[in-house]
């Protein structure tokens, strides 16, 4: 008795696939025919979890949603070392202002124009950790649209009020009338804030 298994492209869900070898443990690799897939090869079964489709996004989709690279790596199942790795390698991409927001001039020295947006709140939260040892204390500030979720603006620096003082300057352009600071990690600092 013969079993058949239908497969399809985990990027583009097309079954116009063809085999394309086998990995050193003599797992069956397949490539996507569809000119227009990004994918280039994949497999059906893989003996490390971070090689799957998709693990990659969920680890910056974790990032950004405040999980520390050890959360990250045990949920997704990974090595921590595979969450920094990605996470460093999506560095260039990042802007401290939402691209949506702001018009980059090529020819100068960058300097950012923020448009006008329609928002009435902006939730800000803090993520503090440290590099290298505790006395090496880092801040990441960013704030978020109150209704949509979209971030607004980060700041990452040192672990002093002027990290927060430059987000609140990088939000004035935006005339954001009410702003509201969530998850208070020290409570008795948070008045210095608001």
């Known amino acids: 008795m013969k079993y058949y298994q239908e497969i399809t492209c985990p990027n ?31 497999m059906l079964e ?6 799957e489709f998709g693990t990659k996004e969920h680890v910056v989709e974790m990032a950004i949603n ?3 690279t050890r959360d990250t790596a045990r949920v997704l199942k990974i090595n921590k070392n595979t969450v920094t790795r990605t996470l460093k390698n999506k560095e ?5 202002v939402n691209p949506l ?9 960058l300097e950012v124009r923020l448009e006008q947006v329609c928002c009435d709140e902006a939730e800000m939260d803090e993520q503090w950790s440290f590099v290298g040892n505790k006395s090496n204390q880092r801040w ?24 927060f003082k430059e987000l ?7 005339n954001i009338s009410r702003s509201l600071k969530i998850r208070e990690t020290e409570p008795k600092r948070s008045d210095d804030f608001i």
């Open 168 to 174: 609140k300057a990088l939000l004035l352009p935006l």
């Open 66 to 68: 405040s999980s520390g």
């Open 101 to 109: 927001f702001q018009t980059f001039d090529q020819g100068k020295p």
């Open 140 to 163: 990441l500030w960013h704030a978020v649209d109150h209704k949509t979720n979209t971030v607004l603006a980060y700041v990452f620096g040192k672990r002093k009020d002027i990290v």
């Open 46 to 51: 893989y003996c490390y979890k971070a090689c």
């Open 12 to 42: 583009c869900t097309n079954s116009n696939l063809m085999k394309s070898g086998s990995s050193d443990r003599g797992v069956q690799r397949y490539r996507c025919q569809t000119t227009a897939c990004s994918t280039n090869t994949f």
């Open 92 to 96: 260039n991409s990042l802007v401290q």
